[in-house]
Nanobody
Framework: QVQLVESGGGLVQAGGSLRLSCAAS????????LGWYRQAPGKQREFVAV???????NYADSVKGRFTIARDNAKNTVYLQMNSLKPEDTAVYYC?????????????WGQGTQVTVSS
């Protein structure tokens, strides 16, 4: 069984910063891509950022230059540093991982963490 658990969400004023973490645990052989998605009220879940096992990154245009994704392979953890936050960044943030476990690769999701940016 593989679990992804996010932490670090909260309430912040516009212009502020937050750092999200997502730790994967369980019977893990390796983790390929790790990413962050978000879902605002009444909207579909959308891509935010992704990082490959070797550190290649990609970002949604809406967060480029403000958010930074990083990972610690030894800790099976991915981070999302969010700077210059805007009210439109308010959403539940989910981490996502392509995990190789028990001879099978699967996509796993965390339970989400709320980020609220006040104006």
């Amino acid at each position: 069984q593989v679990q992804l658990v996010e932490s670090g969400g909260g309430l912040v004023q516009a212009g502020g910063s937050l750092r999200l973490s997502c730790a994967a645990s369980g019977s893990i052989s390796s983790i390929n891509g790790l990413g962050w998605y978000r879902q605002a009220p009444g909207k579909q879940r959308e891509f935010v950022a992704v990082i490959s096992r070797h550190g290649f990154t990609n970002y949604a245009d809406s967060v480029k230059g403000r958010f930074t994704i990083a990972r610690d392979n030894a800790k099976n953890t991915v981070y999302l540093q969010m700077n210059s936050l805007k009210p439109e960044d308010t959403a539940v943030y989910y981490c996502n991982g392509e995990v190789y476990s028990n001879y099978r690769q699967g996509t796993y999701w965390g339970q989400g963490t709320q980020v609220t940016v006040s104006s």
